[in-house]
């Protein structure tokens, strides 16, 4: 059995997953502050890929960066570089798919941030940067763990967008799902079980993962509110 | 050291309009009902809020003028800040809250500071707890610590007992003017409890919908209070309409006439408070119309016989019991009647 498939999901979930928890945290924290009207338009645009089909993702990632269009030429003129068809055109599609899953989950927890924590930081003179890093980002970090899980979960999984960008190439391009699908088209049943069965495990794995993150977490919370009413 | 603050803020159909000064080692006590301006005026100070026009200055050197357009942040106002909720950051542990605050000095010499901070307010032991397996008591003393550990020029203290039971409040209001005694920058107390107030403060701002009476000295407030909110904030529970009339003081609600001439003139009501009430060998026969028991002692609701149904009673708190019906002789200490 030819792994590569699993290491090439892999890679791309973790790049994407990086990329993504940045994008969403700062979205989630700069959009928060704008006006209404405003926040109300970047979240239907930001939102609106985990309602889109894949596929539909994929046709409007490839109008973007095919090699005529407007930033597929560009890269292609200036860098000899094609944006489509290798094995990291699918981190593009996972990150705008996988996107909103973050950027949602982020700026719930953030919404439930005590903004008189921030205050009182900056009266005792911290700058923002500490207070965000080291006082806002702890206290939200249940929703940015379950955000990073979760989008790095749908990220193994991704196939619509992935295939329509990425292709499938073996040894180059191909995903467990593109894989699977792949096996499957060409009768290679007994293959494609063994790639589902590995992608059942790895998915209870995360699931697993999440579940103890939050028993660990309710359990300090627990004992040191415990102790307090002792 | 003062603090000088005179600022106008607009926010939806509320206009904030604070004037104050408040000088170091005395504390200001900020006082008015719920929803007066008085947390929206120590943000503006603090720099949480941006007034829209006006001037603060602290010692000398102006946090903020809307017309140099200076607007100093937060963070360059040293200017501590007591919240309602003590506002610990709780993901860190006492030592942590405390040594975050402490900016100058190297790693040994913070660590020194805070060691010092911990002594002074008690928190031996509890280094390494966090806020959440603190009791309210600890919370506030740690607070306070963080707050006197990053050297503020001025502290603020917004409502510090507003969420607690009174026992407990009375024992934090005991620790708490302790800990600020040796303080010696401006201090700014928001409370809308007099007793709080003038058991800890000896000067008084009085603010209601959003407007500063002038800063006096806070027994002022009881002895000769300037408007009807501040006999109010000061426990006045009786406000009667008044007329001047050719034989005396007249009562129009009450069809009477009290042999009383008052100094001021100008004048469409008497405050009377609890002290002011005689309650026996006067001239006013007031029938007692309800009583109320009352933790320690009696409320008396009282009116003349032949009022209206709709005129309003007058509120005396009785040590001895009286029975319905019964009519007492009623007369007023004019030293403890306001005119407004």
Redesign the interface.
């Given at each position: 059995m030819d792994w590569y498939p699993l290491y090439n999901s892999l890679r791309i979930a973790a790049i994407a997953s990086f990329f993504v928890f940045f994008l969403g945290v700062a979205a989630a924290y700069y959009i928060a502050k704008l006006p209404r009207l405003l926040k109300g338009t970047l979240d239907v645009i930001l939102t609106l890929p985990l309602v889109l089909p894949p596929t539909v993702v994929g046709y409007l990632l490839l109008r973007l960066l095919g090699p005529r269009r407007v930033v597929g030429a560009w890269f292609l003129e200036h860098f000899d570089l094609r944006l489509v068809m290798t094995w990291w055109s699918a981190v593009f599609a996972v990150i705008v798919v996988v996107f909103p899953l973050m950027y949602r989950t982020v700026r719930a927890s953030f919404e439930s941030f005590?903004e008189?924590?921030a205050?009182?930081?900056?009266?005792?003179?911290?700058?923002n940067t500490?207070i965000f890093w080291?006082?806002r980002m702890?206290?939200c970090r249940q929703g940015l763990i379950a955000g990073t899980v979760l989008a790095f979960a749908r990220a193994l999984g991704e196939y619509g967008a992935t295939s329509m960008i990425a292709g499938y190439t073996p040894g180059k391009t191909a995903t467990i799902s593109t894989t699977v699908y792949q096996l499957w088209r060409t009768d290679n049943d007994a293959l494609a079980l063994k790639w589902v069965l590995v992608n059942i495990a790895i998915s209870a794995v995360i699931m697993l993962v999440v579940n103890m993150l939050e028993k660990k977490d309710l359990l300090t919370?627990a004992r040191?509110?415990g102790?307090?009413r002792a | 050291m003062s603090l000088i603050v005179d600022i106008e803020k607009r926010l939806g159909a509320f206009t904030l309009r604070a004037e104050l000064e408040a000088r170091g080692g005395e504390a200001l006590a900020l006082l008015g009902p719920s929803g007066c301006g008085k947390t929206v005026t120590l943000k503006c100070v603090a720099g949480i809020l941006t007034p829209d026009r006006g001037h603060i200055e602290l010692d000398g050197r102006v946090l903020y003028d809307s017309k140099d357009q200076i607007d100093l942040p937060p963070q360059e106002r040293q200017i501590g800040y007591l919240f309602q909720q003590y506002a610990l950051f709780p993901n860190m542990t006492v030592e942590q809250n405390i040594l975050c605050g402490i900016q100058r000095g190297g790693k040994a010499e913070k660590a020194e500071l805070a060691a010092a901070q911990i002594r002074r307010f008690r928190l031996g032991g509890l280094e390494k707890q966090y806020p959440a397996q603190l009791s309210g008591g600890q919370q506030q003393r740690v607070a306070l610590a963080r707050i006197l550990a990053s050297g503020p020029q001025a502290v603020l203290l917004d409502e510090p007992f507003s969420a607690l039971d009174s026992f407990l409040k009375w024992n934090l209001e005991l620790e708490l003017g302790e800990m600020l005694s040796g303080f010696p920058g401006p201090l700014l107390w928001v409370s809308h409890d007099v007793g709080e107030c003038r058991r800890n403060c000896r000067k008084v701002c009085v603010m209601e919908s959003g407007n500063t009476d002038p800063v006096i000295p806070i027994e002022e407030l009881f002895t000769r209070p300037a408007s009807r909110s501040a006999a109010r904030l000061a426990g006045c529970k009786n406000f009667l309409r008044a007329e001047r009339a050719a034989e005396g003081l007249r009562l129009p609600e009450w069809d009477v006439t009290l042999p009383l001439q008052p100094e001021q003139s100008g004048f469409d009501t008497m405050a009377v408070f609890n002290a002011a009430i005689l309650p026996d060998g006067g001239e006013l026969s007031l029938r007692v119309c309800r009583v109320i028991e009352d933790v320690d002692g009696y409320i008396l609701l009282l009116r003349p016989e032949d009022a209206a149904p709709s005129a309003p009673f007058l509120r005396f708190e009785s040590p001895v019991p009286h029975a319905v019906g019964e009519t007492l002789g009623l007369g007023f200490r004019t030293d403890k009647l306001f005119f407004f």
């Amino acid at each position: 059995m030819d792994w590569y498939p699993l290491y090439n999901s892999l890679r791309i979930a973790a790049i994407a997953s990086f990329f993504v928890f940045f994008l969403g945290v700062a979205a989630a924290y700069y959009i928060a502050k704008l006006p209404r009207l405003l926040k109300g338009t970047l979240d239907v645009i930001l939102t609106l890929p985990l309602v889109l089909p894949p596929t539909v993702v994929g046709y409007l990632l490839l109008r973007l960066l095919g090699p005529r269009r407007v930033v597929g030429a560009w890269f292609l003129e200036h860098f000899d570089l094609r944006l489509v068809m290798t094995w990291w055109s699918a981190v593009f599609a996972v990150i705008v798919v996988v996107f909103p899953l973050m950027y949602r989950t982020v700026r719930a927890s953030f919404e439930s941030f005590d903004e008189t924590l921030a205050y009182a930081g900056q009266t005792l003179g911290l700058s923002n940067t500490y207070i965000f890093w080291r006082i806002r980002m702890p206290y939200c970090r249940q929703g940015l763990i379950a955000g990073t899980v979760l989008a790095f979960a749908r990220a193994l999984g991704e196939y619509g967008a992935t295939s329509m960008i990425a292709g499938y190439t073996p040894g180059k391009t191909a995903t467990i799902s593109t894989t699977v699908y792949q096996l499957w088209r060409t009768d290679n049943d007994a293959l494609a079980l063994k790639w589902v069965l590995v992608n059942i495990a790895i998915s209870a794995v995360i699931m697993l993962v999440v579940n103890m993150l939050e028993k660990k977490d309710l359990l300090t919370e627990a004992r040191r509110s415990g102790k307090a009413r002792a | 050291m003062s603090l000088i603050v005179d600022i106008e803020k607009r926010l939806g159909a509320f206009t904030l309009r604070a004037e104050l000064e408040a000088r170091g080692g005395e504390a200001l006590a900020l006082l008015g009902p719920s929803g007066c301006g008085k947390t929206v005026t120590l943000k503006c100070v603090a720099g949480i809020l941006t007034p829209d026009r006006g001037h603060i200055e602290l010692d000398g050197r102006v946090l903020y003028d809307s017309k140099d357009q200076i607007d100093l942040p937060p963070q360059e106002r040293q200017i501590g800040y007591l919240f309602q909720q003590y506002a610990l950051f709780p993901n860190m542990t006492v030592e942590q809250n405390i040594l975050c605050g402490i900016q100058r000095g190297g790693k040994a010499e913070k660590a020194e500071l805070a060691a010092a901070q911990i002594r002074r307010f008690r928190l031996g032991g509890l280094e390494k707890q966090y806020p959440a397996q603190l009791s309210g008591g600890q919370q506030q003393r740690v607070a306070l610590a963080r707050i006197l550990a990053s050297g503020p020029q001025a502290v603020l203290l917004d409502e510090p007992f507003s969420a607690l039971d009174s026992f407990l409040k009375w024992n934090l209001e005991l620790e708490l003017g302790e800990m600020l005694s040796g303080f010696p920058g401006p201090l700014l107390w928001v409370s809308h409890d007099v007793g709080e107030c003038r058991r800890n403060c000896r000067k008084v701002c009085v603010m209601e919908s959003g407007n500063t009476d002038p800063v006096i000295p806070i027994e002022e407030l009881f002895t000769r209070p300037a408007s009807r909110s501040a006999a109010r904030l000061a426990g006045c529970k009786n406000f009667l309409r008044a007329e001047r009339a050719a034989e005396g003081l007249r009562l129009p609600e009450w069809d009477v006439t009290l042999p009383l001439q008052p100094e001021q003139s100008g004048f469409d009501t008497m405050a009377v408070f609890n002290a002011a009430i005689l309650p026996d060998g006067g001239e006013l026969s007031l029938r007692v119309c309800r009583v109320i028991e009352d933790v320690d002692g009696y409320i008396l609701l009282l009116r003349p016989e032949d009022a209206a149904p709709s005129a309003p009673f007058l509120r005396f708190e009785s040590p001895v019991p009286h029975a319905v019906g019964e009519t007492l002789g009623l007369g007023f200490r004019t030293d403890k009647l306001f005119f407004f």
